[in-house]
């Protein structure tokens, strides 16, 4: 009997472990980019989906340092040192201003599991962008983040932020303002659960590298009041994080933590009575191989060198398996499922240098059918910035469409005019 309680409680407790979040997916115009791809995570499997730990900490920029327990982590962390969310990872998505952003929430980082977040972390959900001069070079964590989107407990249908994210299995969907100038952004979505308040406030935080073709030549100009510190845009005490979501009733209204919301909005200059057109600029950094034959989030497989004897075929069949254990090394939690597929190339040569057939690669060049988690179910519309109206990447204002109360004060937008723009989209990462 006192065995039985004690493999009882021991599955409470896992369940209980495993009743957290990560950010794993970003869609772009509903297009999905790839498990892992552009997207800052915690590398270790085992920790990936826990809380951040301390509100001054930097993980609160892009997520929570990884301890190294495992070979593959350690490997990892050897050749990227620091912590998992102030690394730049290889790939940067490209993305039109205005484009609809989705991101995906698991509880189970590489879905072998269903669920996003277990039903028990109800609270606000935020997005913040930050611009950034170089992904690898720019800090996360400190200054320039400001809020483009939030929600917190929604009185008409008694459900917070957390709650409908559930119901739409995971996905949260924004807009980018029209009106953010071309460059390289952090974008970053936030979840805050409130179980355990105000004693263990629980936020989950990822960033995603994005690169803006702008829809504005305006620059970027946000208020003093608008742009945060991460960490430092919240702190203990306060009642965003202090908030009893048991005693909702008597505690509304609720605002989410962070500053009010600010979403750039902007009439773009004209040319005798016409409209300019949306500025072009050329992505330079985090781009995907235009020769990359598969992806697996950050990593991506390249031909191995032509060979006509013998030992040029063994040869390229140790630099396809040295591909390999790169994959490996650099897999997120998301998984490794595409590093297995490049493996069956590799035996591929392997198996024709073992034969004789010493002319090769097989099949040169041949894009590999990657492995990818199913979308868990339909993306969602984008939510509704208070004061303003998203559809198509035009902005219009609209005072009865107030999603939230923005942060510790009531958010508010630029009362500009805006004016309908034309978009030069780039496409999506493959």
């Given at each position: 009997?006192h065995?039985?309680?004690?493999?009882?409680?021991?599955?409470?407790?896992?369940?209980?472990?495993?009743?957290?979040?990560?950010?794993?997916?970003?869609?772009?115009?509903?297009?999905?980019?790839?498990?892992?791809?552009?997207?800052?995570?915690?590398?270790?499997?085992?920790?990936?989906?826990?809380?951040?730990?301390?509100?001054?900490?930097?993980?609160?920029?892009?997520?929570?340092?990884?301890?190294?327990?495992?070979?593959?982590?350690?490997?990892?962390?050897?050749?990227?040192?620091?912590?998992?969310?102030?690394?730049?990872?290889?790939?940067?998505?490209?993305?039109?201003?205005?484009?609809?952003?989705?991101?995906?929430?698991?509880?189970?980082?590489?879905?072998?599991?269903?669920?996003?977040?277990?039903?028990?972390?109800?609270?606000?959900?935020?997005?913040?962008?930050?611009?950034v001069?170089?992904m690898?070079?720019?800090?996360?964590?400190?200054?320039?983040?400001f809020?483009?989107?939030?929600?917190?407990?929604?009185?008409?249908?008694?459900?917070?932020?957390?709650?409908?994210?559930?119901?739409?299995?995971?996905?949260?969907?924004?807009?980018?303002?029209?009106?953010?100038?071309?460059?390289?952004?952090?974008?970053?979505?936030?979840?805050?659960?409130?179980?355990d308040?105000?004693?263990?406030?629980?936020?989950?935080?990822?960033?995603?590298?994005?690169?803006?073709?702008?829809?504005?030549?305006?620059?970027?100009?946000?208020?003093?009041?608008?742009?945060?510190?991460?960490?430092?845009?919240?702190?203990?005490?306060?009642?965003?994080?202090?908030?009893?979501?048991?005693?909702?009733?008597?505690?509304?209204?609720?605002?989410?933590?962070?500053?009010?919301?600010?979403?750039?909005t902007?009439?773009?200059?004209?040319?005798?009575?016409?409209?300019?057109?949306?500025?072009?600029?050329v992505?330079?950094?985090?781009?995907?191989?235009?020769?990359?034959?598969?992806?697996?989030?950050?990593w991506?497989?390249?031909?191995?060198?032509?060979?006509?004897?013998?030992?040029?075929?063994?040869?390229?069949?140790?630099?396809?398996?040295?591909?390999?254990?790169?994959?490996?090394?650099?897999?997120?939690?998301?998984?490794?499922?595409?590093?297995?597929?490049?493996?069956?190339?590799?035996?591929?040569?392997?198996?024709?240098?073992?034969?004789?057939?010493?002319?090769?690669?097989?099949?040169?060049?041949?894009?590999?059918?990657?492995?990818?988690?199913?979308?868990?179910?339909?993306?969602?519309?984008?939510?509704?910035?208070?004061?303003?109206?998203?559809?198509?990447?035009?902005?219009?204002?609209?005072?009865?469409?107030?999603?939230?109360?923005?942060?510790?004060?009531?958010?508010?937008?630029?009362?500009?005019?805006?004016?309908?723009?034309?978009?030069?989209?780039?496409?999506?990462?493959?």
């Amino acid at each position: 009997m006192h065995l039985q309680l004690s493999f009882t409680l021991v599955g409470v407790l896992v369940s209980a472990a495993r009743a957290h979040t990560i950010f794993t997916t970003l869609f772009i115009n509903d297009v999905n980019q790839g498990d892992g791809t552009c997207v800052r995570m915690p590398m270790d499997s085992d920790t990936c989906t826990n809380p951040i730990a301390g509100l001054q900490s930097e993980d609160m920029a892009c997520g929570e340092y990884s301890p190294s327990n495992s070979f593959r982590t350690l490997t990892f962390s050897l050749l990227l040192p620091g912590r998992d969310g102030q690394k730049a990872v290889a790939f940067t998505c490209p993305a039109p201003a205005g484009a609809k952003l989705t991101f995906e929430f698991r509880e189970w980082a590489d879905a072998s599991n269903p669920g996003s977040i277990d039903k028990s972390h109800a609270g606000p959900c935020s997005v913040y962008l930050k611009r950034v001069s170089n992904m690898a070079t720019t800090a996360a964590a400190g200054a320039g983040w400001f809020k483009i989107w939030d929600s917190g407990y929604d009185a008409n249908s008694g459900k917070w932020c957390t709650e409908k994210l559930i119901a739409d299995n995971g996905l949260l969907s924004v807009n980018l303002p029209t009106a953010l100038p071309a460059g390289y952004y952090l974008v970053r979505p936030e979840l805050l659960a409130l179980q355990d308040a105000p004693d263990d406030p629980q936020f989950y935080v990822g960033c995603a590298q994005l690169f803006v073709s702008g829809g504005s030549v305006d620059t970027l100009d946000v208020p003093t009041d608008r742009e945060v510190s991460i960490p430092g845009h919240v702190s203990s005490g306060q009642k965003s994080v202090t908030f009893n979501i048991y005693n909702s009733p008597l505690a509304l209204p609720y605002s989410p933590p962070g500053p009010a919301v600010f979403f750039p909005t902007s009439s773009p200059p004209r040319i005798r009575g016409r409209q300019r057109r949306a500025t072009t600029t050329v992505q330079t950094q985090g781009l995907i191989p235009t020769n990359c034959l598969l992806k697996n989030a950050n990593w991506c497989g390249r031909e191995v060198a032509r060979y006509t004897d013998e030992s040029g075929c063994w040869a390229a069949s140790e630099a396809c398996y040295t591909q390999q254990a790169d994959c490996y090394a650099q897999a997120p939690p998301t998984g490794d499922a595409n590093c297995e597929v490049w493996g069956l190339k590799c035996e591929g040569i392997q198996e024709a240098c073992g034969s004789g057939a010493w002319t090769g690669p097989p099949d040169a060049g041949k894009v590999l059918a990657a492995v990818q988690a199913d979308v868990p179910g339909v993306i969602p519309e984008a939510g509704a910035v208070a004061g303003i109206v998203v559809t198509g990447g035009v902005e219009s204002g609209d005072s009865e469409n107030d999603a939230s109360g923005g942060g510790e004060e009531s958010a508010s937008t630029s009362s500009e005019a805006p004016v309908a723009s034309t978009i030069v989209v780039s496409p999506g990462c493959a």
